[in-house]
């Protein structure tokens, strides 16, 4: 079954420092997805991606983040300065937009800010 | 409540029993999806329905969808010590749209 696989599954990083999160999505689907869950909190949506360009965000992707597909299967979640409180895990999805399988989560990434 | 909220919070069973957990959200749906969360690990869709349907099946899984009242709940039949994790329900408003998720019920099923 196609899967969504993310990279690294833990990172842990410097206060201030920038981190990339990699995803790679399911090949067909058109609909890319960061959410990320704080450590026993629900989980939050970030920001959607379709068409090459971000189509949706949360008060959460504020300037600190970046998303890029920087080509035709990579797609990346940057943090361009780590804050402790950005400490969750943070999760990709992709979907095709229609159907009835929902959204494809990976396993996501543990990211520590220490 | 905002939007997607689960009650209750935490269920225990015994295996064999049925679980039934509720989910309320406030705006208009496009579709609402259910997903289970093994502790520590990804999100796995179980089961989606849509604004226009009433009741869905998918093996051990039932959902219905109430759209007059906001609500939704899921039930699991039968169930397994390995159906133990937490179960969220999530909205989007537009079809591959942003997912809403609920804070989630924390099954247990004791064998």
């Known amino acids: 079954e196609p899967e969504v696989t993310q990279t690294p599954s833990h990172q842990v990083t410097q206060m201030g420092q920038e981190v990339i999160l990699r995803c790679v999505p399911i090949s067909n689907h058109l609909y890319f997805y960061w959410y990320r869950q704080i450590l026993g909190q629900k989980v939050e949506f970030l920001v959607s991606f379709y068409n090459n360009e971000i189509s949706e965000k949360s008060e959460i992707f504020d300037d600190q983040f970046s998303v890029e597909r920087p080509d035709g299967s990579n797609f990346t979640l940057k943090i361009r300065s780590t804050k402790l409180e950005d400490s969750a895990m943070y999760f990709c999805?992709?979907?095709?937009?229609?159907?009835?399988?929902?959204?494809?989560f990976g396993s996501g990434t543990r990211l520590t800010v220490v | 409540s905002q939007q997607g909220e689960e009650d209750p919070q935490a269920l225990s069973i015994q295996e064999g029993e049925n679980a039934t957990m509720n989910c309320s959200y406030k705006t208009s749906i496009n579709n609402l999806q259910w997903y289970r969360q093994n502790s520590g690990r990804g999100l796995v869709h179980l089961i989606l329905?849509?604004?226009?349907?009433r009741e869905k099946h998918s093996g051990r899984l039932r959902v219905t969808l109430d759209t007059s009242k906001k609500s939704s709940s899921l039930l699991i039949t039968a169930s397994r010590a390995a159906d133990t994790a937490s179960y969220f329900c999530?909205?989007?408003?537009?079809?591959?749209?942003?997912?809403?998720f609920g804070q989630g019920t924390e099954l247990s099923v004791k064998p």
């Open positions: 329905i849509r604004s226009n349907e």
């Open positions: 999530a909205t989007a408003r537009i079809q591959g749209g942003k997912l809403i």
């Open positions: 999805a992709s979907s095709e937009g229609q159907g009835d399988d929902g959204y494809t």
